[in-house]
T-cell receptor
Framework: DTGVSQDPRHKITKRGQNVTFRCDPI?????LYWYRQTLGQGPEFLTY????????KSRLLSDRFSAERPKGSFSTLEIQRTEQGDSAMYLC??????????????????FGSGTQLSVL | DAKTTQPNSMESNEEEPVHLPCNHS???????IHWYRQLPSQGPEYVIH???SNVNNRMASLAIAEDRKSSTLILHRATLRDAAVYYC?????????????FGAGTQVVVTP
């Protein structure tokens, strides 16, 4: 178990530039989540994937944000035309989702260490 | 959506137990109670979760009130490595249980 890895750890960009972050989940995990965290606050849910399908997007995810998970493995989060308000820690998490007889099991998320974005 | 209320911070001495309270008076019958913690410069880490019965694992214990309107995370012997922000979270849907609604959490300070 190598854990969830995120790249880069830090990104500094100028307002208006596009940025892309990558997340590599734990290999057998079928669900992948993106969260955003600003200083002093808890993480906020952005979106999640079940395998390669994006199943839900938060209202926080404006149309400048796009996430993909091709082939159900790694995921990328792209922010176009960055704004200073996009400065935050972007966290990725994965889980192995199993349901038996409509009863959910395994509530555990594994988080990466995040990508700290600073927009100047 | 069900919300939780936690104290902003708590202090503990090393090797003493820590009891972290969480109020969730609007919890619904199908909501699980999750606890995660976040060490400095790291992503959150799963601690424990439960539905109705008390739960124990190697990290902590979770005591859930009979009416489920409150719960307490118990760290049996605090170490300096337990200094972190602890989040009490309710799962908000029966489908995407990884869609967690974090609050501001409780900052735990452990003094030697």
């Amino acid at each position: 178990d190598t854990g969830v890895s995120q790249d880069p750890r830090h990104k500094i960009t100028k307002r208006g530039q596009n940025v892309t972050f990558r997340c590599d989940p734990i290999s057998e995990h079928n669900r992948l989540y993106w969260y955003r965290q600003t200083l002093g606050q808890g993480p906020e849910f952005l979106t999640y994937f079940q395998n390669e399908a994006q199943l839900e997007k938060s209202r926080l995810l404006s149309d400048r944000f796009s996430a993909e998970r091709p082939k159900g493995s790694f995921s990328t989060l792209e922010i176009q035309r960055t704004e200073q308000g996009d400065s935050a820690m972007y966290l990725c998490a994965s889980s192995l989702a199993r349901v038996y007889n409509e009863i959910r099991t395994n509530e555990k998320l594994f988080f990466g260490s995040g990508t700290q974005l600073s927009v100047l | 959506d069900a919300k939780t209320t936690q104290p902003n911070s708590m202090e503990s001495n090393e090797e003493e137990p820590v009891h972290l309270p969480c109020n969730h008076s609007t919890i619904s019958g199908t909501d699980y109670i999750h606890w995660y913690r976040q060490l400095p410069s790291q992503g959150p880490e799963y601690v424990i979760h439960g539905l109705t019965s008390n739960v124990n694992n190697r990290m902590a214990s979770l005591a859930i009130a009979e009416d489920r309107k409150s719960s307490t995370l118990i760290l049996h012997r605090a170490t300096l490595r337990d200094a972190a922000v602890y989040y009490c979270i309710l799962s908000v849907t029966t489908d995407s249980w990884g869609k967690l609604q974090f609050g501001a959490g409780t900052q735990v300070v452990v003094t030697p």
